[in-house]
């Protein structure tokens, strides 16, 4: 679509809903919604620190990432068997159809389970099954990227690739999560290396709590092909310049910004900033069971707090497949699928 037909304001938010999008930075754990997380502390009994489905979404009062992270990994300590796997995954993937997504690249950290004893094949397994079945009975082209947890060591990164090379055609690449701040890019120079000549694609949390110079040694020590977050970068003109210049996507999370305190007001959060500049921004939804929404809402309460257009939303929808790791030939159907509905709504 050379020019975007105008579409009437009222029908913005219907067309946010329906238009087709890809999600790229999701962390299957942080879908778990407390429910799930109950059933699953009954029927593995495992104790939680919480009475009540209630009394946990009330400890969901977060000031810094930290402070969500501490409740997240007491969280997955209800995942023990191959079917919470699955049940964690499938439960989002229909989330995710609901919400017309129709391509997700899900993150997982196995080192939260392997630490606890559970094997690499039993998160891989029940992970994997329910992208297969999603990919059969929803439509939704599902694919997994592993995570090392940044806080731990790069040695403790090393093991966990070895013991997940079993599983290799089971994952597509690895990123680097968990806190950020103190723990910058370059401390993992030497297995993001490795798994750049192993042919994995490599992403990177950058720029979410941390400073500009992080997205700076993502980008040029570990050569990260998308930064997960990086709306810190906005304070750094040279590297905004060569964000837009590379087409590097950014992996924006809009209301995990505003429950993690990143951005004071959803009004505040710069993503109109950067797609304005030219930057390849996407809209996700992080850790959702968390912070209130999945990608329709991060999409709906987003624009109406920032005003942002029906153009603003096409690039974003159309930027999301761009920025995901599937081949030109699906790119240009999803593109097409996008300029379709938006034509619809004309
Ligand atoms: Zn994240």
Known sequence: MERLPPIPAERLPELLRRMPKAELHIHIEGSLEPELMFEMAQRNRVALPYASVDDLRRAYDFSNLQSFLDIYYAGAGVLI?????????????????ADHVLHTEIFFDPQTHT?????????VNGLHRACEQARAQLGVNASLILCFLRHLSEEDAFQTLEQAMPFRD??????????????????FAKVFARCRELGLHLVAHAGEEGPPAYVWTALDV???????????????????KRLAQDRIPLTVCPLSNLKL???????????????????????????????????NDNFLRTFEATGLTAAHAHRLAVNSFEASF?????????????????AEFA
Request: some cysteine; aromatic content about 10%.
């Open 222 to 240: 570990l050569k990260v092909e998308r930064i997960d977050h990086g709306v810190q970068s906005s304070k750094d003109p040279a590297l905004m």
């Open 81 to 97: 068997t191959e079917r919470d796997f699955f049940d964690m995954a499938w439960a989002y993937l229909q989330k995710a159809r």
């Open 115 to 123: 630490a606890r004893g559970v094997s690499m094949e039993t998160v």
């Open 326 to 342: 599937i081949g030109a030939a699906e790119k240009r159907k999803y593109r097409d699928q996008v300029d379709a509905v938006f």
């Open 261 to 295: 305190c990143v951005f004071p007001r959803l009004q505040d959060h710069n993503l109109g900033q950067l797609l304005d500049a030219g930057l390849v921004a996407t809209v996700n939804s992080d850790d959702p069971a968390y912070f209130g929404g999945y990608m």
């Open 170 to 187: 089971r994952f597509i690449g690895v990123g680097l999560d968990s806190s950020e701040v103190g723990h910058p890019p370059e401390k």
